[in-house]
């Protein structure tokens, strides 16, 4: 009877450990899928446009008409504009430093065909509530594809962690503005699984990209950084690649020595 009495209870206990264990589980996942909205104070987006300037001569010709003054002034002509995404990583003081793609902040597209014409660019910031902010490149690295740019906001945002890459298989998301979608209010979420790296540090994710979406920080299920957007196949947009937080870690190191600030 005791014997008996004894395996019930154990049995009883063993059901009790298993619900308080699924109950867990349960809030927990429920913590990590809502995890994707932690991070919208810090995502951004990042307009280009290049600019020449169309320098105004003045005509010293004389048409007769002297008593009219001929008002000659230089005009600034957009030439090229481009949009990618970007994180806030942190907050030093009021300037806001952020992480996106080098072929962005660096853009070469047009140099083909302005060799011997001088152009200035002006990238300019958009937060979640559309509001804009200067802002300036300070860092980049071409191996990488990684860009840093700096910018004074007066928002307050969370300091991004960065993780080791997951299994394969994990969940993971991002949030991107894909061809500059973006609106006051409006935040596109996408997610996938994570597929691995290459040797040469290339990741694989199968989250949906295409132009504007380079710059988009990859999170896993924590919402910590671990990855980054910078490429996708021409014909199969479902699939998206770039670096690992290794190489993101790296660069940020070799930023903050440069730049004498602490970004990790």
């Keep these: ?16 450990i298993l619900a308080i264990i699924s109950f867990l589980i349960a809030v927990n996942s429920r913590y990590f899928l809502n995890n994707e ?28 008409n002297n008593y009219l003054e001929h008002q000659c002034t230089d005009v600034r002509l957009p030439i090229y504009e481009s949009t990618a995404s970007g994180l806030i990583l942190k907050k030093v003081s009021n300037e806001a430093y952020i992480l996106s793609a080098n072929h962005f902040c660096n853009s ?5 065909s302005l060799i011997e014409i001088e152009t200035e ?10 509001k804009n902010y200067p802002s300036e490149v300070v860092y980049f690295d071409e191996t990488y594809d990684l860009c840093l740019l700096r910018s004074h906001m007066d928002r307050q945002v969370d300091t991004i962690e960065f ?24 935040l596109l979420h996408f997610e996938g699984f994570f597929s691995g790296c290459e040797r040469s540090g290339m990741c694989f994710y199968t989250i949906p ?29 479902s699939i998206s690649l770039g670096v690992g937080s290794y190489e993101i870690i790296k660069f940020l190191e070799n930023a903050s020595k440069s730049l004498n600030i602490n970004l990790i």
Excluded at 1 to 16: A, E, P
Excluded at 37 to 61: A, P, R, Y
Excluded at 121 to 130: A, G, K, Q, R, T
């Design 209 to 237: 990209a295409t132009s504007g979406s380079s710059g988009s920080v990859v999170f896993d299920m924590r919402g910590r950084g671990i990855g980054i957007i910078q490429m996708t196949p021409i014909y199969f947009r």
């Design 108 to 112: 070469e597209e047009m140099n083909n």
């Design 37 to 64: 909205d932690l991070h919208k104070e810090n995502f951004v987006t990042l307009s280009m446009v290049k600019f020449i300037t169309e320098i105004c001569e003045e005509d010293t010709g004389d048409t007769g």
């Design 1 to 16: 009877m005791i014997d008996k009495l004894t395996i019930r209870d154990i049995s009883k206990f063993g059901m009790i």
């Design 163 to 186: 993780s080791d890459s997951p299994e394969i298989g994990d969940k993971i998301f991002t949030i991107a503005s894909p061809l500059g979608i973006s609106e006051s209010g409006i």
């Design 121 to 130: 660019n002006e990238i300019v910031i958009s937060d979640f509530e559309s």
